[in-house]
């Protein structure tokens, strides 16, 4: 069973497994079991990739600072700070930073994908694809 904790997400390890944006590994660094839990920063022209969560997945963001696009499906949503977002199983979603500042989203999913991995998701399209 996990500990209770707290840290400053900007002073926790940087998950180098990820090929897009800045992963702050938050779940990771406190054990949690059943939920993942991220920070990202996108740098401006940074995106991330297309993809959705296998069922029973889903996820939320927050955008914590800065502003992003989310691409969900085929709607577009410009999202700044406190705008918060939902997928469900199924919807194909992804950020990007069309923007001039760099922007930090909150990404919490369940059930847990473990660190450095993407099982439970698939990838409809890739950074490196675009």
Do not use: C, Q
Not at 26 to 31: A, C, K, L, M
Not at 37 to 43: A, G, I, L, Q
Not at 112 to 130: F, L, N, Y
């Amino acid at each position: 069973m996990s500990e209770m904790g707290w840290e400053k997400y900007t002073e926790l390890p940087i998950d180098e497994s990820f090929d897009y944006g800045t992963r702050f590994a938050v779940s990771d660094t406190f054990g949690s079991e059943n939920v993942r839990m991220s920070v990202f920063r996108f740098d401006p022209g940074e995106r991330g990739p297309r993809h959705y969560h296998n069922p029973p997945g889903e996820e939320y963001y927050l955008i914590l600072d800065g502003k992003l696009d989310i691409h969900m499906e085929d709607e577009i949503v410009e999202a700044g700070p406190g705008t918060i977002l939902y997928t469900p199983s199924n919807k194909e979603h992804y950020p990007e930073n069309t923007y001039d500042e760099p922007a930090y989203l909150l990404s919490v999913s369940a059930p847990k994908i473990p660190p450095g991995s993407e099982e439970g998701i698939t990838i409809v399209e890739d950074v490196e694809d675009v």
